[in-house]
Structures are given as C-alpha cells and as structure tokens.
C-alpha cells in the first residue's frame, strides 16, 4: 500500500519569495511521483511528475521538484512565486502496476501575499 | 481536444434523495477514474474503468454508490440515498492505455451537497 504525506497543510509566503511544498511517501513498490495544483473554482491541472530518469523534475509556471529515493521525498519548489501561484497544492503517487490508481496527499494551501 | 467534463458542476440535495454525476472522458481514453475529496481531506480513489469493466473498485464507500459505465465511453455515479456525509468534491480523471502515458487528466469536479 501507498501513503503520502504534506508536512504542512497551509504555507503563507510573501510575493517574489521562494517557497518549498514538502511531500514524503511511503511505498514498497515503485512508483510515479506527481504534484497537482488546485486553482480556487477549478479542477487539477498537473504541474509535474517524476518517472524515471533525472531526480530533478521542471514543470509548469516555473516550478521544479526533486525525486529523493532515500528519504522518500518529493518536495515542490519554486524560486519566486506571484500572487498568481496562491493555489491548493497535492502530492500524489501512482503505483507502475494494477491500473495506476492516484494516491494523494492531504494538500497544501499556498498563500502567496503582496 | 476537449479535455474531462463533468456535469453538474454543483449539486445541492436533501438526504435520502438521489443524484447522478456524470463524466466525460477524453475521447479515445480507455481509462477512467472517480475520486471523492471530502471536506478538508484528501482527494480519495473510488473506482477505476478499463472501458466498461471495472478493473478496481476498492474505494467504493458502500452499497449506496454505483457507478457505471455502459459501452465504455461516459460514466454515471449513482449516489441513492445519499447520506451527509456524501457531501465534496467528485472527481473524474481518464487516462489512456497506451504503454508510457499514465497522465490522468483531471475534470473540474462536481460539488455535491447533501442537506
């Protein structure tokens, strides 16, 4: 079975700050590594996703986050966020196998002030 | 290429009554996902379609959810009679089947109410 955890359930960062969404999960088989934004009254939109290859994955909106198979983590970053990146924020995994069903994360609020 | 779609996009109901969600997925998306995201939790899998055969549905909280997927296109999820505690966010996601792409594509929800 699979289990993610974010350490923090709300972040307040001021704008052109950087931030970091941290993300731990627990596994005993391998998995694919996804972070999901939530803009207020929208669906999930993928931001990024680790499968194999670089530990260190770019995505969308200039956010970046890096693969630690040893400490089992998957922290989100970004080096300077707008206003516009005040969003929920989901980890998730998905097992190679058996239908790649989605374990998320219990989210992050990203409140990103003026 | 138009992405998952979801209907309604909000449901208010009183409990004991029933109510059908329905989904979209992108066309030629073999696989098809519901999630519930309650209240202040996380985003939970209910079932998972391969066409029109349900390959998992572990998540399924009981016998009041049926969900359904005739001749492997859109999904319905029956809720009767919905509880309180159906109330959040339904989500639906599709994904395809060729080896390789594992991206769900999500839809932006619908929020059911149960009063």
């Known amino acids: 079975a699979q289990s993610v955890t974010q350490l923090d359930s709300q972040v307040p960062v001021f704008e052109e700050a950087p931030v970091e969404l941290r993300c731990n999960y627990s596994?005993?088989?391998?998995?694919?590594l996804f972070w999901y934004v939530q803009y207020p009254n929208q669906g999930l939109q993928l931001l990024l996703k680790?499968?194999?290859?670089?530990?260190l994955v770019k995505g969308i909106n200039g956010f970046e986050a890096e693969f630690n198979k040893s400490q089992t983590s998957f922290h989100l970053r970004k080096p300077s966020v707008h206003i516009s990146d005040t969003a929920e924020y989901f980890c998730?995994?998905?097992?190679?196998?058996?239908?790649?069903?989605?374990?998320f994360g219990a989210g992050t609020r990203l409140f990103v002030k003026a | 290429e138009a992405g998952v779609t979801q209907f309604p996009s909000h449901s208010v109901i009183e409990k004991g009554q029933t109510v059908t969600l329905r989904c979209d997925p992108i066309?030629?998306?073999?696989?098809l996902y519901w999630y519930r995201r309650v209240m202040g939790k996380e985003i939970k899998f209910l079932l998972h379609?391969?066409?029109?055969?349900?390959?998992?549905e572990s998540g399924m909280p009981n016998n009041r959810f049926l969900a359904e997927r005739t001749g492997g296109t859109y999904s319905t999820l029956k809720v009767q009679p919905a509880e309180l505690e159906d109330s959040g966010v339904y989500f639906c996601?599709?994904?395809?089947?060729?080896?390789?792409?594992?991206?769900?594509?999500f839809g932006p929800g619908t929020r059911l109410t149960v009063t």
């Open positions: 996601a599709s994904s395809s089947q060729r080896p390789g792409l594992h991206e769900q594509y």
């Open positions: 596994s005993s088989v391998s998995v694919y």
């Open positions: 680790y499968l194999s290859g670089s530990t």
């Open positions: 998730a995994v998905s097992n190679l196998t058996g239908g790649f069903k989605t374990i």
């Open positions: 066309s030629g998306h073999d696989n």
């Open positions: 379609f391969v066409k029109e055969s349900k390959q998992d």
